[in-house]
């Protein structure tokens, strides 16, 4: 950690904080600059508490040099992550299409949806049956039962299923429901309690980006998953809020490079609920794998206008399909394939 | 609900449209302007869904007429609040400052907090024993233990507590140790589990607004409490995320007035976690007042260097005290009391 | 013009809209529901000031029908606009990347820059000769000597130019140079003047996006130029300013379609303002052709760590021309060409 | 400033970046720790091109320690720089409310509102003639001709006047009518060649931050005036944009006391342009004025609902009247009066 002291702090601030370094067990190094002393603190810096060090009198501010993340930092594990989703691979040359419904509706639905995915090429599913709403008189899900409408649905076209947890008390159900991937919402991307439930399992997760979250607050709450022992974790990136009101959220397509660059873990994108518009689901799904995504989460529903949420926003079957293709050419360009 | 139809619309899709209010209950109003047609669904548009809606063929935007929130409008109930806390009002004339450390540390410091808390005229006391941190390495907070050393400590001044509540499973215990106010915190305001759970007590809950929370998400957050029967809510502002890098948050003082006219319960301001600088908390407390909070959540440490967490935000006994003097000063000019 | 009248607006309230509304020579179509009355201002509703409707007693708020934009709109002019660049069309199936260094800095430098640009497969080059610099004492550009240096060394390749107009006053000096495209920047976006004066003549103009400019700000600050005459505008999104600090900006690749949407002129996306780091521009630019732009501004400095402005952003000639067949494969998978 | 290389940076890429720091003049300090070298450049670091040096090979990403900013800042002129205007001073003991419309619309609206904005105790008047406005449809103000209506009126009252310069060439005129402060709008805040004219002459300068400026960027657009000469500048706080709908602008009162600390400068705001409504005014103003503010610029119209421009933002003169009396109790709880 470097500190910089503000001009004018006296010799005696400058001691108060190498004496406080020195507590946490790390050693410093003064430089006397013209304008500014500069305090080095040598060795592991993650030990410091910065708010303690700005806290001290006559600091002026203080960078962390080292990342503050560790388990899923690219710095200590070069290789990509490729991860098993019962016999499909995630974060590796072929990239993967997780198609379905917003939310599980009906058993016809299902069976409907998993069938137009299977057809379309997709290997993996989604749906939800736990849907956080923004107001408490929208439709909630199907909950359970819902869980049970897609294992069924999706076993009859041999595709592992993702769906999203909101609740800790719900995570032995879907343990027993054998879901393949748990989704963490956005709204839920630092409900801590949640991430080290997950965290004690190794069933394979995917972190929805938080409405505002940053970078780092991204990374540091894969690493709470990370630190309890489960690694199996999939970053999906799915607007970030801006002023902007045209669209719902705006892409950031630059996460995606990002990301590759800071973790080994994969990347994947939810172009549905960025835009929250059907008509700009194909530009924003050739973006995200032009940019480098591992895949995507890409809403489709049999009869879009009659489904129960978002509905706006899902592809139908002969869409996807399209896409598929498109998407398969832009891989091929990038050496990869889906 | 106003549904804009695009511009050369065809009978068909209008007629769509009006079919479908139609099984929602509702009536349509059809008005064909010289470029686009407006159709008006009436009756209780809460039955309608609008992506639903937004999703038909030949629908360009739509717009809600009514207010999506009802509990806790003030539209339906036109005075003020005033939420009673083991004897304390909150949401009247007087103003009410709860003063506290981020954590509870040691036995020793939370007595002393209470003590200097009590000394500068403040009625309630804050302090965390359970802590939402970024990082998974960072100090988590004493916990249950925490909860007793808290309740000791606030008993002996006779102060009612304010603590927050991050995990559902914890709820009976908080209720053990007759939390007086439970907090949710920022990160957890669209934790809808949690909410639910807070809606079927009667504990005063204080709801902080989410980092990038909209006001009307805000609303809709604590409509999710009311719902379940718990109307003895307290919006609190706590600053929000910018792209403003000089301080932690920009403190959003235009919600204060704001929600005083959509809501008829009680809006306080956390002015220490907004600005992150203990030097920027008497401005944004003064600036609080004046906009008419009814009340603020200051941090205040026996000893700010030596606080295990977030110390440079905090106020030292002293500065308390003389910032509770002028708060007293602007109070009477608004024609309320500290 | 849709107006919503609060619940509760009195006879007299609704009737003092209605004669506003006339005033301005449109009708007036009252819908009483059951809990609002809602009035449709019906005729040429650019003629109504929303803030004056807005301001009237008893208002809740209004919703304009119409699109405030006309001569920009593509529902006003379906077919794509090709720009014609002394010969190389803007728009149209081929994509135009414009290559180029981000300061004019000496004839030699610039030469050299117009040969990579050419060898590479770019048919335009950027350079800026004034620069608007965040501080006073950094190196504000050549001014009108790079204008020179930049036009000859261009013309020796046969490249049109394209470089950045800050000041009216030196609009007859851009004119004499016969600068080819004159960009105006993110922070003169809404310079009215400015974008008054290049509607007066013809020579094709880019307009950047304010770095936090709502897609209908900008679509109004095209319609500046196009109302005096000039239809030759070219969109240039360059990222747009949020909370997020681990990249200068996050590249909005949602405006891409958007745009296509709304306006038949073409669009284009600058990779290396946006993201800021050389090593992000290829994913970007990739990400922006894949979602349907017609061109790129790519910055690429014969040695970049030499640069005099911006340096860390530029590709070498190298990566450029790699760049270059990358677009081409994601070019012909959407039907288009580089 | 402190540059940090990248893990695993080799000898000869720290070779590197020390070199160039001595070809810029100033000396380097490298401090090998555990993880990461961490180089110091030592001597007048305004000298040194962060750009250039983050180009580097090896280089991670560096920090400047001196602000960039100068003449502006207090670091360098500790008292509060008092402006005088035609006599009444700004930025000292004494607070000043500047009221008055928007727009300048006719004689006798100016006149009346000259006579109600002295009446209400204001020494200074506000008004436009010249108006940024987002559509080229909108009135654009009377120009010339509002400047000659302004003077005049103002002058029947002795308040002197403050209004926007929009272009350069204005400049001469707005000298001829001896505009006693010339206001730089939103939209101009980075308008350079706008800010180096009128730092070459003495007339005070009121500088309203950009749409979503940072604090560091407003400031540097203040050295621009401040490097030619002109000292006479005050910072105006407008409010920013964020993701909130519900508000026009979010007011950054956090912005008050920061740049108080930062700069010697007076700080005004100004509460109607940030809320969008007359009715957030008055808690918009009293907060700004308990946060530390110098002053206001309020908009205050004889006859809001008839107002030409931004009518349900301004003030009628009774409220001004009361609201002064409010800020009046507020000043002197702080030790100031109006």
Redesign the interface.
């Known amino acids: 950690m ?1 500190i ?1 002291m503000e ?1 004018g702090a006296s010799d005696a601030q400058i001691e108060g904080v190498v004496k406080k370094i020195k507590e946490f067990g790390l050693d410093a ?1 003064v ?1 006397r ?4 002393t ?1 305090i ?1 603190a ?3 810096e ?1 030990k410091l ?1 910065q ?2 060090i ?4 006559g600091v002026e501010n203080s ?1 962390h ?2 990342k ?1 993340y560790k388990i899923v930092a690219r ?1 200590w594990h070069k290789e990509n992550t490729v991860i098993d989703i019962k016999g499909v691979p995630l974060g590796g040359k072929q990239i993967q299409i997780i198609g379905g419904p917003c939310s599980v509706e009906t058993q016809a639905q299902m069976e409907q949806s998993a069938k137009f995915v299977k057809a379309a090429g997709c290997r993996l599913m989604r749906g939800g049956a736990f849907k ?7 439709f909630q899900g199907k909950g359970v039962e819902g869980l049970d409408i897609f294992r069924k649905a999706a076993d009859q076209q041999g595709l592992p299923i993702v769906t999203e947890l ?4 719900m995570l032995d159900t879907f343990l027993e429901y054998n879901v393949d991937v748990i989704q963490i919402g956005t ?2 991307m ?4 949640l991430l ?1 439930e997950v965290g004690k399992i190794s069933t394979p997760v995917i972190l929805k980006r ?3 979250a ?4 991204w990374l ?1 709450a894969a ?2 998953i990370a ?1 309890g022992g489960n690694h199996n974790i999939i970053f999906c990136e799915r607007g ?8 719902r959220n ?5 996460a ?3 990301l590759k ?1 800071e973790t080994h873990l994969p990347v994947i994108v939810d172009p549905s609920h ?2 929250g518009k ?3 689901v194909p ?2 799904s ?7 995504a591992d895949g995507l989460l890409v809403e489709m529903h049999p009869k ?2 009659e ?6 926003q899902a592809l139908n079957p002969e869409e996807l399909k399209q896409l598929m293709g ?1 998407l398969g ?2 891989a ?3 050496g990869r394939s889906i």
Do not use: H
């Open positions: 470097i910089v001009n190094n430089s600059g013209t304008e500014r500069v080095g040598i060795g592991d993650r508490d708010e303690m700005d806290a001290l009198p960078m040099i080292v503050p710095e956080p709403r923004t107001s408490p008189y929208a909101m609740d800790v008390r709204r839920n630092q409900n801590f309690d080290k938080g409405m505002s940053t970078i780092s607050e540091m690493e709470y630190a970030i809020r801006t002023y902007e009101t045209y669209y705006v892409l950031d397509v630059t995606i490079p990002v660059k960025a835009g059907a008509w700009m530009a924003l050739r973006a995200a794998i032009a940019a480098g879009p206008c489904a129960w949420c978002d509905a706006d498109e050419g832009i091929q360009v990038i």
